[in-house]
């Protein structure tokens, strides 16, 4: 650990420990995360906590990049994969696959269902850590669906992504924890349906200190429940 994250660590130790030894949660709860995840998976939860915890304040950071929750003084970040610094802990909320969708206008002049044909079409790729700008998907025939083609617009974030596949930019990949739910509010057109890209994790991640804090438990205990209520909605 660097000298930086030192002086950062040892700058909030007192409000770490004094947050500590109250078991019931109030305080600052600092937490980070896209657009997309902050909207759909973040907000509801705090919304929750903080009616079941009025002591609690919330403060939400909107980042793609997956900041080093050490550095920025934060409790807890949401991203895609496990963090590589080994001084973090990182607990599992979900894991969920990769689908591709497009705007309801633009499936309606594009075969979406022809996987030779989806190939071809412009492409969207989310450009955040955790996502790979190669896209491959199976369907149930086991045959997998490669795009070669070079994308078209690199997105900073997931719902910028979205904004644009909405608007007839094209197809984009997204975990279908998110566009499943855009599907069911009429928002995107799910591109060949039935084939998937490889699953991948959701993690909230956070020092080891912050695993103690009252809130930072609840908060993950919530986040937990509520992705897999996501999951299993109709």
């Known amino acids: 650990m660097d000298a930086a994250r030192q002086a950062t660590e ?5 409000e770490n420990v004094l947050r500590t030894v109250i078991e019931e949660p109030q305080g600052a709860l600092r937490v ?15 919304a929750r906590l903080t ?55 633009f499936a309606a002049s594009h075969p979406v269902d022809d996987p030779q044909a989806v190939t071809e079409l412009i492409r ?7 996502t790979s700008h190669e896209w491959t998907l ?26 644009l596949v909405r608007s007839g930019a094209g197809v984009t990949l997204l975990p279908a924890l998110y566009g499943d739910m855009q599907v069911r509010r009429g928002d995107v057109v799910p ?23 009252p809130a930072v438990r609840i908060f993950i205990d919530y986040l937990i429940e509520y992705a897999n209520a996501l999951v299993h909605r109709t």
């Open 138 to 163: 199976t369907g149930q025939d086991g045959v997998p669906v490669r795009f070669d083609k070079t994308p078209s617009v690199f997105a900073g974030d997931p719902s910028v992504a979205l904004g």
């Open 191 to 213: 591109v060949l349906p039935g084939h998937e890209a490889p699953a991948v994790e959701i993690f909230a991640v956070f020092p080891p200190r912050r695993s103690s804090v």
């Open 51 to 105: 009616a079941d915890y009025p002591l609690v304040t919330a403060h939400i950071k909107v980042t793609a990049d997956g900041p080093d929750p050490l550095a920025e003084d934060l409790d807890l970040v949401l991203q895609l994969g496990r963090p590589q610094e080994p001084y973090l802990i990182a607990r599992r909320i979900i894991g969920t696959p990769m689908k591709l969708y497009c705007g309801p206008d």
């Open 124 to 130: 969207v790729c989310v450009d955040v850590p955790g």
């Open 32 to 46: 980070a995360a896209s657009a997309l995840s902050a909207q759909y998976l973040v907000s509801p939860v705090l």
């Open 10 to 14: 040892a700058g909030s130790s007192a």
